[in-house]
């Protein structure tokens, strides 16, 4: 049932946001991807270079094979150690599968470990699981696009230390086809230059981050959002994916749409994409998240 819905993303998006990382002359830095889910199974890491930004990315192109690496679950407390560790192996160019079955462990702490043969390059970075959660019952399987019964949606409680949680939300069609955009998007698909590239892009629709302040808090520390008509794509069956960001995920992303217009500051003002990781660029970061599914009928009266 749960499907680790952002990886397309947040990969198309880490690809640009290496081309435009600033610098007078340029310089290759390593580019680290990997994603944690709570209580899934050890995610690949993928490790390639940046390219200069007059040259197309070609991720085989530009992967780094035979690195070390490791991906260390920490101890709890203010001084952690290390309190098991996983080795990785290269199973295809730049991508690295874990050695080992391992469920990811929610609200703890995970550390990257890269290294090399022959070099003293080091790549660290560190991710806190985001606390699990799961979307309660009483969602609707059938609604009817833009009627007065919105589609809500119940989360469980889940925490995030030191503030609220942060959610994406994706709307995954399971049959995308033109005829079936809603209006909105099928608007917008009239004067699409690469209709097939919309198609796919729109058969995982994503809401954008948004934060639990917005939603409405039940007694029993559960949170309700009444997802908006907006979300939905295409009409017929639909996953409704939440996902709850960690610290890293939600830095990278919201610097990086700034970084490509989603901002109205003067080039000089807007901050560089946040990383977090030391000796590379790239996002080793966390989520937790939960499925549901529903069938978007059409509205005679549109």
Not at 19 to 28: G, R, T
Not at 94 to 104: F, K, L, M, P, R
Not at 120 to 132: H, L, M, Y
Not at 236 to 247: K, R, S
């Amino acid at each position: 049932m749960k499907k680790l819905t952002l990886l397309i993303f947040f990969a198309s998006a880490l690809i640009i946001s290496c081309n435009v990382y600033p610098q007078d002359d340029y310089e290759e830095f390593y580019v680290v991807e990997s994603y944690l889910v709570a209580n899934r199974q050890l995610p690949q890491v993928r490790l390639s270079t940046t390219v200069p930004a007059d040259e197309v990315y070609d991720f085989e192109e530009a992967a780094v094979n035979n690195a070390i690496i490791e991906v260390r679950l920490l101890t709890s407390g203010p001084e952690s150690a290390v309190e098991q560790s996983f080795t990785y192996s290269n199973s295809e160019p730049g991508i690295y599968q874990s050695d080992q079955n391992h469920a990811v462990i929610p609200e703890r702490t995970y550390q990257l470990h890269i290294s090399f043969p022959g070099s003293n390059d080091v790549i660290t970075a560190q991710t806190i699981i985001p606390g699990s959660f799961e979307i309660l019952g009483g969602v609707a399987e059938s609604v009817v696009y833009q009627s007065t019964q919105q589609l809500e949606i119940t989360l469980s409680e889940s925490s995030y230390p030191g503030r609220q949680n942060i959610f994406v939300f994706n709307a995954i069609s399971f049959e995308p086809d033109a005829e079936d955009l809603t209006p909105f998007y099928s608007d917008v698909f009239q004067d699409s230059d690469d209709p097939e590239e919309d198609i796919t892009l729109l058969s995982n629709n994503s809401s954008g981050i948004i934060n639990e302040g917005n939603f409405e808090v039940n007694p029993d520390g559960s949170v309700t959002v009444k997802y908006p008509w907006i979300g939905i794509a295409f009409y017929g069956l639909n996953d409704i994916v939440a996902n709850t960001l960690d610290d890293n995920v939600y830095d990278f992303v919201r610097s990086q749409q700034v970084q490509l217009g989603g901002s109205t500051l003067s080039p000089g003002e807007i901050q560089n994409v946040i990383y977090h990781v030391d000796g590379g660029i790239g996002v080793f970061g966390s989520l937790a998240s939960d499925t549901v599914t529903t069938n978007v009928e059409r509205n005679p009266n549109l």
